[in-house]
């Protein structure tokens, strides 16, 4: 068939190489793009008029002929056809179609007309590759804050492709990433939390225009900065504990798992960090641990633990008011976790309802201390027994304190001080006399004890009132007491007391402290601060 069809070419090319050299010379012809393995046509110039006959050639070191409107001359290939009797449709473009062709029309005179076909392939797979730090299981990729991340992406084309990348953040335009990248590699440099988005890779075929792109979530985790902390609060309304654990400044939140300590049995594993725990599962002394673990953090997680014990009371077991004044009695709480609850109740007819702040009775609280003054003291109301009650999901103690109210005493703290003070350097000058002169002092200490100074009562009050005023009946020892470096003014008053006779004797050097313990002493045989786990109870003298 070819044979027939290619006998006039020798002629026909002669007069066509002359004319396609002044042709390329004018340097007309369109250019047309062609789809890689897609079918293209080729226009015979671009005129509306009928067309006379057409024939076409291809264009290489030599003219080739490949279809005519002349039907006695078969097509050189079957991809080539003649579409409106003009134009040259060519089948499945492979490479080697890229070329020039020229179309012969002849009419009244030949015009030829040149096609400059280019061949475009792709852009074929993009392929991605970002080294993050790892991938969730639905493949979104995650990068810890501050690593930094490779970004590659490579896709072939014909022509050579560009390759960009384009980034998009939460609620921020696509924007160009990097806008000086003539590579389609880069690296981003400690990683934050507004690099977190969609990073595109677009492989854009210069000469088609075709696009083709890989679109990667990229997340940015970040442990959170500090330690956890876990506390224990017991739930209101119940007597169930509930745990806590707080990790926070991380993304995402972290997950949170309860173990009893030692044995590390599991309580619980969740994303809210809280256990609830009943009574029944609690014992003093027990110690839980929460383990904080982030997909970025440290492997073995981060933990904090609480030891839960029931509370211990602390108080005066008793105090004294006088009549008509304040007295402020104090509850001191120590090793209760988590904290207890401190109610103040009163041991008379209502013995099970707390006392409430109200114009009798003040009621504050410092963390685990609390303490209830009593106003304007009335013998009748206030004397009697006050319980301090503390609770927590570990128990509940009390301790009882009495309250005694008495009449106030007549002298102020001013003239005690002033005659504490006189005393004072009187014992001071009398010991140091008899220290110096013992025989002499004993004729002095004669002649003092002759005068009558007897109802001269020494008091060491005024600050403390509930230890000064105290002192007259109390402040009794056995005279004879060496080892005291107390300095003592002696004083010739005798006082029955239990059936015995005492010498009163005062204490005057001021140590109030001192005194104080000796007078619990003398009181009872308690001379402790009555805790929780005294059981006994304190009796006034
Ligand atoms: C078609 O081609 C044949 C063979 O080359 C030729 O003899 C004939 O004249 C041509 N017809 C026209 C109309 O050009
Ligand atoms: C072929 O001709 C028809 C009618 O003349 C026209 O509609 C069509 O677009 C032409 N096709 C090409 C490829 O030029
Ligand atoms: C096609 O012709 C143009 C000039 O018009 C030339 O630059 C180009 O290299 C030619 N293409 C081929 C494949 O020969
Ligand atoms: C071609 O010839 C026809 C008559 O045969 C004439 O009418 C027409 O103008 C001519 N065209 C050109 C471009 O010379
Ligand atoms: C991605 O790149 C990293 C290093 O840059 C390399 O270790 C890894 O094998 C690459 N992954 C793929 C799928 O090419
Ligand atoms: C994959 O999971 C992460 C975390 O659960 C989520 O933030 C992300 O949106 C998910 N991505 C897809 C594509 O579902
Ligand atoms: C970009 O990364 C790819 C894949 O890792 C590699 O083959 C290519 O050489 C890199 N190009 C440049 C310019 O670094
Ligand atoms: C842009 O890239 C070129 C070559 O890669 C480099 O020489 C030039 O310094 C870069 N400019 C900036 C502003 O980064
Ligand atoms: C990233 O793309 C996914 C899927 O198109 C979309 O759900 C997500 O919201 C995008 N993320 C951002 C930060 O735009
Ligand atoms: C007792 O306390 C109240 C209230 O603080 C105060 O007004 C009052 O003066 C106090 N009474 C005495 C005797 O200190
Ligand atoms: C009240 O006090 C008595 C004895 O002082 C004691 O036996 C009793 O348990 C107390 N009651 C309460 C509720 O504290
Ligand atoms: C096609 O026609 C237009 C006007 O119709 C003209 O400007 C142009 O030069 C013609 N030739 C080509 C190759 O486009």
Known sequence: ????????????????????????????????????????TLPCGNIS????????????????????????????????????????HIGMLSLQDEGNYTCQETLNETQWFR??????????????????????????????????????????????PVVEWWFQGLNSREEYFGDNLTVSNFTLFLMSPNLQGNYTCLAKNTRSGRQRKVTTELLVYSAPPSAPHCWAETSSGSSALQLTCRWDG???????????????????????GVEVLNQSELSDGKKFKCVGSHIVGPQSGASCVIQISSPSLLSDPMRTCFLGGNVTLTCQVSGAY?????LWLRNLTQPKVPIQSNSR?????????????????????????????????????????????????????????????LLLGLAVISGLTLYYSPMFCWKVGNTFRGQDIGDVMVLVDSEEEEEGEEEEDAVEEEEEEEEEENVRAELP????????IHRVTALVNGNLEQMGNGLQDLQDDSSEPQSDLVQEEERPV
Not at 145 to 151: A, L, P, W
Not at 250 to 272: A, F, Q
Not at 378 to 384: A, F, I, K, R
């Open 250 to 272: 991380g993304y995402p939140d972290p997950d949170y798992l309860w173990t009893e300590e030692p044995e590390g049995l599991i309580l619980g594993k969740s994303k809210l």
């Open 115 to 160: 096609v400059w076909l280019q061949v475009a392939g792709g852009p074929y797979e993009v392929v991605v590759n970002i080294s993050a730090t790892g991938t969730l299981p639905n493949g979104t990729l995650y990068a810890a804050r501050g690593s930094h991340v490779d970004f590659t992406c490579s896709s072939s084309a014909r022509p050579p």
């Open 338 to 342: 988590p904290p207890a609850e401190i």
């Open 361 to 421: 009775y003040l009621i504050t609280q410092d963390g685990q201390s609390s303490t209830l003054t009593i106003l304007n003291c009335s013998q009748d109301l206030d004397e009697g027994y006050y319980v301090c009650r503390a609770e927590n999901a570990m128990g509940v103690r009390e301790v009882d304190i009495w309250l005694s109210v008495k009449e106030p005493l007549n002298i102020g703290g001013i003239v005690g001080t002033i005659v504490s003070l």
């Open 1 to 40: 068939m070819a044979a027939g069809g290619r006998a006039p070419e020798p002629r026909v090319l002669i007069c066509l190489g002359a004319l396609l050299a002044r042709w390329v010379a004018a340097g007309s012809g369109a250019v047309v793009i062609g789809e890689l393995h897609e079918d293209i």
């Open 493 to 500: 008053k005798e006082v029955h007391q239990h059936g015995h």
């Open 49 to 88: 008029r009928p067309r006379g006959p057409v024939t076409w050639y291809r264009i290489d070191s030599e003219p080739i002929f490949l279809v005519s409107s002349n039907a006695s001359l078969p097509p050189r290939e079957p991809r080539f056809s003649l579409l409106n009797t003009s134009a040259l």
